[in-house]
């Protein structure tokens, strides 16, 4: 690595530790310190939805050993109506990510309402979460490390918020600059790299954070959340819902 690769590495791992003030400190058996911050909402008090950024930092006494990075979405008040045209504006008011995040949600439920509920208000889904990136350190992989972090990532989120499912995209979840230029390899331009790539991520996650396929698109998983519900399939596993237990 080239001088001005390694000081530009350096500086994007530098930026992702989190300070002390402002975060919650975890502390897991066998695990570096975790910091966390759940971050107030993008939104303005004229938008109906709430968008959460939660960033995450791993660092021992050499240094910083992974980030994480997600976004918690939903009404803006607990039981609220929902409208799902207003959710994906809102939604693509922040970013492009957040947009096809929503637009997801929105065309694989089977009433188009992710966070509605055909019972009572308390049977409504308060919070998804779209988990974006879970990132090692170069110096720090190859020993399953991430999963372990990732696990810890989304039980601190489910102890402390009413949390319907994690929604991810296995590939590329680790992925950043971070170390570096990497070959990407997108679906067009390399479909069966990108597909063993993507197989290879789904079955890690689907037997370490017991994750499933998102029903009506074949990019995303889910991974319970921590409410009282479960999530039933439709139309031939096309679309789904929330059924409370």
């Known amino acids: 690595m080239n001088q001005t690769l390694e ?3 350096k500086q994007f791992w530098n930026q992702r530790v989190l300070d002390v003030g402002n975060v919650k400190q975890i502390q897991s058996v066998g695990l570096p310190p975790m910091r966390l911050r759940i971050c107030s909402n993008e939104l303005d008090s ?5 968008s959460r950024p939660v960033i995450a930092s791993w660092s021992d006494n050499e240094g910083i050993v992974a980030y994480a990075e997600a976004v918690m979405v939903g009404p803006r008040r607990s039981g609220q109506a929902v409208d799902p045209t207003s959710f994906i504006v809102e939604m693509d008011y922040i970013s492009q990510a957040s947009y096809d995040f929503a637009e997801v949600l929105v065309e694989t439920h089977v009433d188009h309402n992710p966070f509605g509920s055909a019972g009572s208000p308390r049977d409504a889904i308060r919070w998804v ?3 974006r990136i879970l990132e090692v350190h170069p110096s720090r992989r190859g020993h399953k490390i991430g999963v372990r972090l990732g696990t ?3 039980e601190a989120l489910r102890m402390r918020f009413e949390v319907g499912m994690f929604v991810l995209k296995p590939y590329p979840l680790q992925y950043s600059s971070g170390d570096g230029p990497r070959e ?4 067009e331009e390399n479909p069966v790299q990108f597909e063993e790539d993507t197989q290879k991520l789904r079955t890690l996650y689907c037997d370490s954070w017991f994750a499933s ?4 698109t074949d990019r995303y998983l889910f991974v319970p959340g921590s409410t009282p519900h479960r ?3 439709h139309n031939g596993e096309k679309h789904w819902s929330f059924e409370r237990i």
């Open 152 to 154: 810890q990532f989304l």
């Open 129 to 131: 979460v779209d988990f």
């Open 231 to 233: 999530l039933v399939t």
């Open 46 to 50: 004229s938008c109906k939805f709430a």
């Open 213 to 216: 396929a998102l029903p009506g």
């Open 184 to 187: 990407v390899r997108s679906s």
């Open 7 to 9: 000081n530009e590495t």
